[in-house]
């Protein structure tokens, strides 16, 4: 089978968001010298034992750099999707041809970044926003203090991206602006292509998907079996669907439930 996985807050979590468990943790990433993502050690374990008996892919909106920082237990997979689609990594590089095919229908259908950006800026100010970024010349995020954005900033930044081909997600702290084209589904869908004309996938091959945020949503609903854990976006909104089930533990305990229910699938 096919396992493909949201990373932060599905798998792996920061400090902020263990919640209120205080479990054995192993640190899966670093960035300046510092540990920053951990999974409890059950986790870690379960995720080895998932690694050696089907083909995990983890699909994440983290750009290229902020995905090579993780080192998963199991070993590096050979296929990742960063960039909330916009990058099909295979044992560690860009699939150029995907990301070439994709910037142009994000061309032909799509406000520029450089429009969507200069709006932006426009449209925030320091006592919420404290950062811009791009990431990989394909969207944009604002880090946010949640606390103080504006009542209605959301939906009228949605209601001004909407007719010009972008979509809107607020998660935690980030506020993304994505091109309609980009998500994660269809590079889901086109890594499974792949591994079936490879043969590294039997055609009958099940498709298993977990993930917290909206962003996650679509790559949820066309796998065959998904899982979310209690906590995150799509908990906030009250999503559900009938092939989705929900972790009983939210924080990072949710992870081992996640990875346990694989497990169980597989066998």
Known sequence: MMVATDLDRTVIYTRAAFGRAEPDTVCVEHHEGQPLSYMTVVAAQRLSILASAAAVVPV?????????RVRLPGGPPPYAVTSNGGTILRNGLPDRRWRSALDARVRAE?????????????????????RLREADDLFCYLVVDPQRVPAGF????????????WTVSQQGRKIYTMPAPVG???AVQEV???????????????LLAAGDGALDAE??????VAIRPR????E?????????????????????????????VRS
């Not at 499974?192 to 099940?206: T, V, Y």
């Not at 790559?219 to 065959?224: E, N």
């Open 236 to 264: 906030q909104r009250n999503w559900n669907h009938p092939r989705v089930a929900v972790t009983a533990a939210s924080g990072i305990r949710a992870a081992e439930e996640i990875l346990d229910y694989f497990l169980r």
């Open 60 to 68: 994440t909106t983290r750009t290229i750099e902020q995905y090579h």
């Open 154 to 165: 959301l939906a009228d930044w949605d209601a001004w991206c909407r007719p010009r081909g």
């Open 231 to 234: 906590h995150g976006e799509l």
């Open 110 to 130: 799509c406000a520029t970044l450089v429009e969507v950006r200069t709006e932006l800026r426009a449209r925030v100010d320091e006592s919420f926003a404290l």
């Open 192 to 206: 499974r292509r792949r591994l079936l004309d490879a043969g590294e996938l039997h055609p009958e091959s099940r």
């Open 184 to 186: 994660k589904s269809r």
């Open 219 to 224: 790559m949820l609903c066309t796998a065959d």
